[in-house]
């Protein structure tokens, strides 16, 4: 039996309930890519995604800044039993913004309790009327890591316009910080005297910041710009959980003095341990990196440190694959922010 849940607002979940199961629905309409078809060879879970896509069509939205509907669904069995469950982003203000998969997920946790969210979720499927190849932001990237089976998760994209399906590992859409490539300071795009300050200054952020919550992983990040200045920021939690995340925090130092293009980004933990860097910051990073190549610079490098002179090194690119930033929607209007507010012309070293 399937049923269906009703989405609803993140502050109204209590009032979410099953209602009674209707028919069938019309599974037969979508049909899977050929590279999906291999991903997906059990008919049980086929039927499942098509399910979920055609609930997904009618899942409630309001993004009332970008016009971009999320429309998320998943079926979860709960004692044998299936159950649709459906999410929707909505936006507000500055923006904000809950997005698809953090409210379908936080919907089957409301109702199923969090060990179904981690162990039947198997598949997260969005309804789209264009699929395109890009992944999750870094937050939800971050909330997906940490609720669910993410080594076993699907992303599903169901297209409108035609029904194909098309389906990926949630894992593609991660890097963790051990894959970053080993780097000597001579391979690295800034200068040994450079890398010292920049790994100084990202060290004396750390000693600062804010930990009433957060002890185990907390950072101190240092960015150098083509203007020569530094930029830097710890991370800072608070009892309403907006985390400040550090290189979100140097990042906007940056912007405000109007120098918009960095050179690189090092990132440091506790002395003796690779630092995590979650993936809602690098997605900061590399919305800072797509000025770069608008402007025609190299892209920000992010450099890692355990403290102990060994480093890695990639890029925000590389750090968070499948990514979009501003640029991707709205180029043009990029191009005017960058001609309006710049005010330096620097070279790349």
Sequence with gaps: MI??????????????????????PSTASWHLTSESEALI????LRAQIFRALDAAESAGTDPSISHFKVRAATVVTVNKEDHIVLGGNTEYEVP?????????????????????????VRFVAFFSERCGVSGSCGDCRDFQHAVTDYAHL????????????????FSDQLVDEDKFPVASRDSLPITSGELAQLTQSAAEARLGGVTLFTTARHTGAAG?????????????????FHYRFPIGGLLQQAATERDYFLRAIVVVGEKGQWPAVSYRDRQYGFESSSFNHEAGKP???????????????????????????????????LKDFLAAHQTQTPTAK
């Design 154 to 169: 699907f992303i599903v994209c169901g297209q409108a316009s035609d029904h194909t399906v098309r389906v990926t590992r």
């Design 41 to 44: 060879p059990d008919a049980t």
């Design 224 to 240: 150098l710009s083509f203007s020569g200045k530094i930029y830097r920021a710890a991370g800072g939690d608070d009892a309403a």
């Design 3 to 24: 049923r269906y849940i009703a989405p609803g607002s993140l502050f109204l979940i209590a009032i979410l309930a099953a209602v009674a199961a209707s028919g069938p």
């Design 299 to 333: 892209p920000i490098a992010l450099i890692i440190t355990d403290g102990l002179g060994h480093f890695r090194a990639t890029t925000f690119e590389a750090a968070l694959p499948h990514a979009f930033s501003t640029v991707n929607f709205m180029p043009q209007a």
């Design 96 to 120: 904000e913004a809950i997005h698809g998969e953090s409210s379908l997920l936080n919907h089957v946790t409301t109702l199923y309790g969090p060990d179904v969210t981690r162990h039947a």
